[in-house]
T-cell receptor, first 115, second 114 residues
Framework: GESVGLHLPTLSVQEGDNSIINCAYS??????FIWYKQESGKGPQFIID?????DKRQGQRVTVLLNKTVKHLSLQIAATQPGDSAVYFC??????????????FGKGTHLIIQP | DSGVTQTPKHLITATGQRVTLRCSPR?????VYWYQQSLDQGLQFLIQ???????AKGNILERFSAQQFPDLHSELNLSSLELGDSALYFC?????????????FGPGTRLTVL
């Protein structure tokens, strides 16, 4: 089946630096992509999303880039803070017909912020 | 806080048993989704309900079933439990069933099967 995966399982960055988390997807028909943040013991928290008719979207300290040509998605976090430490998942919307949708998640990248 | 609530927070049971997990969606949301998160399989979509009716099935075992009630809360029933069913179970909700509706996740139920 189609899958969404991440390039790196762990990313360590210095506090204050920018972080870039990457994601590759395989379903060329995907039209909606989401980044979630999951802290230890909590559920996935929505960060930002992007539709396939866009290539960039910005939020507060976060930017998502979509390259449909190479089926690549990235999340950029500016000026990382200790509170950014978490596992980050990209997810793809899988349209299964009839308006029903289940997200397909990547394996996750653990972002570690070094003081 | 996403506004999605799940109970119980933790559940410990034995193999062969049956359990029920409960989820209340955000106020106004009509769709409920169930996901399983395990170390080896990651986050996997199980099933979706929209306004009381099943809309989509993912990797849900036949031993598992779900339903959504008129007040829109949902229950996930897991029966004949096996050790491998130990996992985190998340519920998410969205406004409707559109392909670009944001899904908001609850805090999860940690199931341990001994």
């Amino acid at each position: 089946g189609e899958s969404v995966g991440l390039h790196l399982p762990t990313l360590s960055v210095q506090e204050g630096d920018n972080s870039i988390i990457n994601c590759a997807y395989s379903n060329s028909a995907s039209d909606y992509f989401i980044w979630y943040k999951q802290e230890s013991g909590k559920g996935p928290q929505f960060i930002i999303d992007i539709r396939s008719n866009m290539d960039k979207r910005q939020g507060q300290r976060v930017t998502v880039l979509l390259n449909k040509t190479v089926k690549h998605l990235s999340l950029q976090i500016a000026a990382t803070q200790p509170g950014d430490s978490a596992v980050y998942f990209c997810a793809e919307n899988s349209f299964m017909g009839g308006g029903a949708d289940g997200l397909t998640f990547g394996k996750g990248t653990h972002l570690i912020i070094q003081p | 806080d996403s506004g999605v609530t799940q109970t119980p927070k933790h559940l410990i049971t034995a193999t062969g048993q049956r359990v029920t997990l409960r989820c209340s969606p955000r106020s106004g949301d009509l769709s409920v989704y169930w996901y399983q998160q395990s170390l080896d399989q990651g986050l996997q979509f199980l099933i979706q309900y929209y306004n009381g009716e099943e809309r989509a099935k993912g990797n849900i075992l036949e031993r598992f079933s779900a339903q959504q009630f008129p007040d829109l809360h949902s229950e996930l029933n897991l029966s004949s439990l096996e050790l491998g069913d130990s996992a985190l179970y998340f519920c998410a909700s969205s406004v409707s069933s559109g392909s670009t509706d944001t899904q908001y996740f609850g805090p999860g139920t940690r199931l341990t099967v001994l």
